[in-house]
Structures are given as C-alpha cells and as structure tokens.
C-alpha cells in the first residue's frame, strides 16, 4: 500500500504540479488537483506504464481520486 | 528537407494518393509505415522504393476498421521506429449509387473504413503523441465532403464528417502540442478516379477553373506542408486542393 501510494503520488506531483501535501487519498483530481480531462487520461496512461498494467477505457473512467486509483492498481496489478 | 528524421505511418498507402503521399514524405526525409489493408505485393513496393530514398519503411497490414487491428499496428510502428511523428489518415473505399439504391451494407462499409477508420487511428496514435509533447495528424476528406456529390450519399457523408472530426481533434490536442488538420482532395487521378465514366469526367472539367485533373503528387505536397514545421500555427483547418473547384 505505502509503496503504490508513494509511486502514484510521485507521477502525480510531477504531472499535475501540485504539492506533495495535497495528494491525500480522498482528493479528485479534477477538483482538487486541478487537473483537466486529459491531464486524467495522461495521468491513467503514465500510471499503466509505471505499473506495467493496461487499465480499460471504462476501468479508468471510474478512477476519480488518488485513492481510487491506488486501489485499482493494488487490486489487479 | 521538410521532414527530416521524422517518422511517419500513412494508411491506405499501397496506391494512389496515400502512395504518393507516402513517397513524398521519405524523400523529404521521413521513415514512413506503409499500412494496407489487402494489396501487399504493392505495399511492399512502396516499402522497396522508400528504402532506395535511403529511408526505413515497414508495411503494415490492418483493417483501418477494426479497432484491435488498428492497435495491433501502432504498436508493430513504435517497435520499428520508436516514435511516431506523423500519422495521415488516407485509407478510403467508395461504394457509389444513389441514395434510393444504396444498400445499408455499402452505407457502412464507407462509413466504418472512411470515417471509424480516422477515428480508431486517431485515438490509438494520440497515446504515442501524447507521450511525445507533438505530433501532426493529417486526414484526407474530399471536395465532396464540402460540396455534396449525387451518387456519393455514404463517401460524402464519412468526408463530411471527417472534417467535424479534425476540428474536434485539433481542440483537444492543442495543449499537448498535437496539430490536426485535413485536405480536400477535388478530382484526382487515380484507380479510383479512373473508374468513372467520360461524361462525368468532362463534366467535372468543366467545374475546375485550373482546368485539369489534380495528381497524386499536388495532395502530397500540401501534405508535406502540413506534416512539417512549416504549418506549426495551423490546426483545425482544411486545405481545398482542388483547382478552384469550391472556393
């Protein structure tokens, strides 16, 4: 859990620019992350890659926040 | 040279315009994927023609259609090449008659390779380009698809709609340094061309103010320009290379 929480925080602090402090679990990323549509779509695909996974169109269409994108990976990678 | 180093797939590029285009952009510098959907023994002398510029070429097999083989094929391009820097999306099929003859199967045979077909090589094409921070993605509608055509109900509706799709494209791509535009072929010789009758030949004479035929090569150059630097400031657009045929 730390290990994926500290890797996806990582992608997320260097693609969307934001603080470290502010990647909680329970941020959105389009709200409270600032991101836009495709920053998400980026922000998916740089997740596949780090994690060598492919996340479906409609998996990653789920994944809203840090948390839901956390337990996505732990649960199928 | 305009396209120096860069590396570019063009589908339907085993004869024709998407030939053509495919020359142009290796003698203009580029490593070029030459995608066919049934006619390999041509595709591969393009592949042979393109190696002797001293250029890399592959061809690539895929029904520009179906979506898995459309994905299947970029991922065959980004092993060969490594990026992928331009994609022209030329691949078309016509299944002519007039709309109270036209079958519902010609109806979608025209829109799934002429018009899906733009959409799936888009999107499979725009993960790599994403990636890369640039990219220039070029797709061939038609005059047709400006003016109307009697007989082309299906062709003119997948070019019509072609159009709507590279301006969509081009706004969500912007920010990521992607260009997207389109050409308008007018009445270009080809097979494709060559199988309409003589009437209709003088008759479209007629409606071209330069007063000739367009050729393979006048697509491919405007297509060079849109796959090179040079149109770094324009995206959405659609260049009419027609002979003045609609102004």
């Known amino acids: ?77 | 040279m305009k396209t120096e180093g860069k590396n570019a797939i063009v589908t339907g590029a085993s004869r024709g315009i998407g030939r053509e285009i495919a020359l142009e952009l290796a003698r203009q510098g580029a490593n070029v994927a030459v995608n066919y959907a049934g006619s390999e023994k041509m595709a591969n002398d393009v592949v042979a023609e393109i190696k002797s510029l001293g250029r890399k070429a592959i061809a690539v097999q895929a029904d520009v259609a179906d979506g898995d083989s459309v994905s299947t094929m970029m991922k065959q391009v980004v092993e060969q090449f490594g990026t992928i820097d331009i994609l022209v999306n030329n691949a078309g099929i016509t299944r002519d008659n007039l709309l109270m003859r036209m079958k519902e199967e010609d109806w979608d045979a025209v829109i799934d390779t002429n018009l899906k077909g733009v959409f799936l090589c888009t999107k499979a094409v725009t993960r790599q380009m994403m990636k890369q921070r640039s990219g220039r993605i070029i797709n061939i509608s038609s005059i047709v698809g400006v003016g109307g055509n009697a007989g082309q109900a299906n062709y003119v509706a997948a070019k019509a709609g072609v159009i709507g799709l590279t301006k969509t494209t081009a706004k969500e791509l912007a920010s990521r340094g992607i260009t997207v535009n389109a050409v308008a072929p007018g009445f270009i010789t080809t097979d494709m061309t060559d199988q309409l009758n003589e009437d209709v030949k003088v008759e479209m004479l007629k409606q071209i103010p330069l007063a000739r035929l367009g050729e393979p090569q006048d697509i491919a150059k405007v297509v060079v320009f849109l796959a090179s630097e040079d149109s770094r400031y324009m995206t959405g657009q659609t260049l009419h290379v027609d002979g003045g045929m609609i102004m």
């Open chain 1, 1 to 77: 859990m730390a290990e994926v929480l500290e890797r996806v925080t990582k992608i997320i602090v260097d693609r969307l620019g934001v603080e470290e402090s502010q990647v909680k679990l329970e941020a959105t990323f389009k709200e409270d992350l600032g991101a836009d549509s495709l920053d998400v779509v980026e922000l998916v695909m740089e997740l596949e890659d780090e994690f060598d996974m492919e996340i479906s169109d409609d998996d990653a269409e789920k994944i809203q926040t840090v948390g839901d994108a956390v337990n996505y990976i732990q649960a199928n990678s």
